[in-house]
């Protein structure tokens, strides 16, 4: 039977249902680093989905991989056995994190659910260490993790978390720019902590950590202990220049996740990539993990993982997104003159405007209006906390940048009509 009701009949998430199904946000087809909308206009893409679509819509290896995937497998589980395509994804996976320190990988489905199980591997690990006491996260105020009960209370963005009655009770919260909060929990509880989970940029604000907070987590992980995960969820597979941002630590991190650019943004995908000191504990206890997902590690999703793999080596999209990254430089330069301008933030094609009017930075509604204005003008851009978020993909072209430039001027300058003569309110 057919819906009579007139319902609008999908639920758009993270919006409020009177936005729902607006044309000029209903997207119908892509291709190369441009949308088509309802509305019957294309916008020049400058968020590659959902910091997802690297290579850009529509690659042709990677669509022919799944396809044949399909066709070939269509679907193996991971449950209790293993198959030959996540055998040879995880190998590829491990070959570009780096197999001399990383020795297997847990499949998974998305971010948020990967930091579920990462949480869940840490605690387990302490526990095969008959260190029971061992069972507290630590997060960064301002992070994002997820939005699944446990990643939800590793975020350290206030989302409702008391609302929705999220349990944070073994979760804690440190400051991103100043080791101090961290160094001042730890002599607290640092029995007490499994792990210390960080973003290497901050996807909210596209705020890398700094070069001391990265120094004193590797000092402080030598002095007690915890497990240091990275979050490379946004940052892997080339966002900030290298194929994750933690290759460039003082140290590796003892677990690293990734997820949105790892199939091109074609498959529900994650992965948690463990080191072999971590899974030397689990091999001498012989211990099994107790975490599964249906989907994860499919075997259309581990022939996306390979040929996303190969094309960023055919396309040399990491030599491409160091050339993306200084022209954004040279934009983000230009742009620094706008009246509604007060900087800018992020690495590589991870960037962010920081907006500011009369003296104060942009409340939250205000920043929507001026996303629109940008939309309106021809460009995608996203929201973040007195932001505008940048996130080309890496293969972006010349004309592409040109496109995106021409956008952001217009939405910033209509913007600004409004904004600097006091009509925005922000409420």
Known sequence: MGNNSGR?????LLERPSTFGRRAHSAVRAEGTRVLFADGRWRQCATSGLWNVNLGYGNHAVAEAVHTALLETSYFSLFRSGHEPAVAASRALLDVCGPEHFGRVVHSTSGSAANDLTMKLARQYWALHRQFRRRVIVGLKGSYHGLTYGSHGLTGMSLGQSYYGVDQRLIRHVSHEDPAELEELLRAEGEQIAAVVVEPVLGTGALPLPEPMLAALARLRAEYGFLLVADEVATGFGRTGSYFASQNWPEPPDIMLASKGMTNGTCAAAAVVVSHAVCDVFDRHDAALTHAETQ???PPTCAAI???IE????????EQATAVSAKLDGLLAELAAHPLVAGDNGLGCFRALRLGAHGADLPDQAVRQVVEEVREAGALVSAGPSRLQLAPALVYQDAD??????ALRTG????????LAGEATGA
């Open 401 to 406: 940048l040109e496109l995106l430039a021409a």
């Open 306 to 308: 390979l040929a996303t």
């Open 311 to 318: 094309e960023m080596e055919r396309l040399r999209a990491l």
């Open 412 to 419: 910033l300058d209509r913007a600004a009509e409004w904004l």
């Open 296 to 298: 994860a590690g499919a």
């Open 8 to 12: 609008y009949p999908l639920w758009e």
